[in-house]
């Protein structure tokens, strides 16, 4: 089995900042792709952004220039650090990876969430 534990939501002022981590655990072989996702109330699910096991990142629309996504493959654990929050940020974010599970398995694996609230 593979869990996926989010970490470092809450509540921040407009303009502020908040660093989100993400640690991958149990039977890994290896991890590809890890993926950011939010979800706000009565809208779909979004992808923020997305890094592959190479280092290659790419961003939704909405968060290009203020959120950086990075991971330390050592750790199994996928980082976004959000910059420039505004009240449209407020969501439920989520992480998600593909990870080997074995040399001829990849299976996609999600977190439980962390609320990040933008309000004053």
């Known amino acids: 089995q593979v869990q996926l534990v989010e970490s470092g939501g809450g509540l921040v002022q407009p303009g502020g900042s908040l660093r989100l981590s993400c640690a991958a655990s149990?039977?890994?072989?290896?991890?590809?792709?890890m993926d950011w996702f939010r979800q706000a109330p009565g809208k779909e699910r979004e992808l923020v952004a997305r890094?592959?096991?190479?280092?290659?990142?790419n961003y939704g629309d909405s968060v290009k220039g203020r959120f950086t996504i990075s991971r330390d493959n050592a750790k199994n654990t996928v980082y976004l650090q959000m910059t420039s929050l505004k009240p449209d940020d407020t969501a439920v974010y989520y992480c998600?990876?593909?990870?080997?599970?074995?040399?001829?398995?990849?299976?996609?694996?999600w977190g439980q969430g962390t609320q990040v609230t933008v309000s004053s």
């Open positions: 998600r990876a593909d990870v080997r599970i074995r040399v001829s398995l990849i299976s996609s694996y």
């Open positions: 149990g039977s890994i072989f290896s991890i590809n792709d």
């Open positions: 890094i592959t096991s190479g280092g290659s990142t």
